[in-house]
């Protein structure tokens, strides 16, 4: 989507597709795993269990955090990061949405 476009739709829709597009790479996704695993680590914790460089993990964690996927808090000379609730209540309600229509509609499709 071009950035010219991005102003033609609801601030919840871009929101979302910036969500789904972070979610979009299989490193996001094993650090978001990770952290449900661990509830809450520094970069050099999610390093040791990626078959990644340390600069690409913090580049991937930095995407994950503008997205509000993740939230960090400084911890000494480290960040610690989690799982943003907040965001993943958003993409949940955004597919709660979609599941409870289908169930409504039950309706055959092509």
Known sequence: MGATKSDKFTDEQNELATMAKALGHPARIAIMAYLLKADSCICGD???ELPLAQPTVSQHLKELKNAGLIKGSISG?????CIDENGFGKIKSFFDTIHNTLQ???KQCC
């Open 77 to 81: 000379t480290a960040i610690c990061y």
């Open 104 to 106: 409504e509609k039950k």
């Open 46 to 48: 999610i390093v040791g």
